[in-house]
């Protein structure tokens, strides 16, 4: 006798809506960048197909390597400082009533700014005149000037990140505490456990799960970031800021290559790919030792 439950094929219409919308936001605009991708456009209806020849010129562009490096360390960064911030800051907030919830409303506040926004904010924040990173700096001795240095426009565009986005891992984190059943910490308190031993072998093995979903949501928005850097520094100054998102735009709109430009989208596309897929099988295989 079999044991499965019956499928009501029904669940599917409600489904649909979504599919459908799906294919005309994702799926069909995808397959129109592959078919530029293997393609010449000499004019309005001029077409030549060139097979793999824009995928081989983009691979072996210097200038797509060094955005690339330049993305990568920034991403890793980005994850190096605000995966311990935000763990810290987590673990500092109230854990009930009214000062935690005015806490965890504070620390969303930076999440609701919008991206061009916050990109505004730092570039005045950033000024020796009149901001007050910059003109702190600058009274400290420090030869501070993120339009002019790359190193300080790189640092900038770094601590803009870590501003605006720790909070999601703050919350995440705080969420995951929040789960923890109190019996743990009444056993930890029977054995004498220090509060550092109660961190390392109960809070940070039942958030690591949590921690593992903040990783694939700070990577994808870290290795796609492109309107604060662009109102902040232009990418500059020369290629300092300048990202794999910001070097695409430039591609397509600014020098209209469409071919290359597609090429250099699929391959971006799949190096994303790449990564959540390894990110979602850690995610599945820590989610299988809880269990």
């Keep these: 006798m079999s044991t499965r439950k019956p499928v009501n094929p029904r669940g599917w219409w409600f489904v649909a809506p979504v599919l459908v919308s799906v ?8 397959m129109t960048v592959v078919n530029y991708s293997v393609q010449d456009i ?4 001029q077409r030549v197909f060139v097979g793999m020849e824009w995928f081989k010129e983009v691979l ?3 200038d797509l390597h060094a ?6 360390v920034f991403s890793l960064a980005v994850l190096a400082l605000e995966l311990p911030l935000g763990v810290g800051v987590a673990l500092l907030l109230p854990a009930q009533g009214w000062r935690s919830s005015l806490a965890l409303v504070i620390c969303a506040l930076p999440l609701l700014i919008p991206f061009n926004v916050v990109g505004t904010i730092w570039q005045i924040f950033g000024r020796t005149d009149i901001g007050l990173l910059g003109h702190t700096l600058v009274l400290l001795g420090i030869d501070y000037n993120y339009a002019q240095n790359p190193l300080d426009a790189w640092l900038t565009v770094l601590l803009m990140d870590v501003w605006h986005w720790t909070a999601l891992v703050a919350l995440l984190a705080f969420a995951a505490l929040r789960a923890i059943p109190q019996a743990y910490y009444h056993a930890a308190a029977i054995d004498g456990a220090s509060r550092w031993a109660v961190f390392r072998h109960i809070e940070l093995p039942k958030m690591r799960p949590v921690l593992l979903i903040a990783v694939l949501l700070r990577f994808m928005d870290s290795f796609m970031i492109y309107t604060e850097p662009f109102v902040l520094t232009g990418g500059g100054p020369g290629t300092a800021t300048t990202f794999l998102s910001q ?3 430039q591609k397509a709109v600014g020098q209209f290559d469409l071919g290359p430009a597609a090429a250099f989208s699929l391959v971006y596309f799949l190096v994303i790919l790449l990564v959540c897929f390894v990110l979602n099988n850690a995610m599945r295989d820590a989610g299988k030792e809880d269990a």
């Design 60 to 62: 072996r562009d210097p």
């Design 23 to 30: 294919a005309f936001s994702a799926i069909i605009p995808l």
């Design 67 to 72: 955005t690339l490096l330049r993305q990568i």
């Design 42 to 45: 000499l004019g309005p209806s």
């Design 247 to 249: 070097s695409l735009t």
